[in-house]
């Protein structure tokens, strides 16, 4: 059985940092594509960052402020928010997906992904 789960969330001052963790199990993660969504109130879904292939994608919107990485002996991938803004208020939400090709526009989908985790709230006080 598949498992997605995130922790890492919570509050923090406009101009600080969290770090979100993914932990992988029940599945061959190290050739899955892995991203992280997001979904503000009254928002659909976002895609904010993924690692497909060899390919990494970052949003406009969080480009040079968050990063993705994976562990793959770890089975974990990880989200380093920095400088963050109260507009990155959201619910945050790990993704896998068996593919392995590189960035394709669909990857922005939700149903191009196959595991979700439950998300994570990360609120950023102004």
């Known amino acids: 059985q598949v498992q997605l789960v995130e922790s890492g969330g919570g509050l923090v001052q406009a101009g600080g940092s969290l770090r979100l963790s993914c932990a992988a199990s029940g599945g061959t993660f190290s050739t899955y594509a892995m991203g992280w969504f997001r979904q503000a109130p009254g928002k659909e879904r976002e895609l904010v960052v993924s690692w497909s292939g060899s390919s990494i994608y970052h949003a406009d919107s969080v480009a040079g402020r968050f990063a993705i990485s994976r562990d793959g002996a770890k089975n974990t991938v990880s989200l380093q928010m920095n400088r963050l803004k109260p507009e990155d208020t959201a619910v945050y939400y790990c993704?896998?997906?068996?593919?392995?090709?590189?960035?394709?526009?669909?990857?922005?989908?939700?149903?191009?992904?196959?595991?979700w985790g439950q998300g994570t709230q990360v609120t950023v006080s102004s």
């Open positions: 993704a896998a997906g068996r593919h392995s090709g590189g960035w394709s526009p669909a990857l922005r989908l939700l149903s191009s992904w196959d595991y």
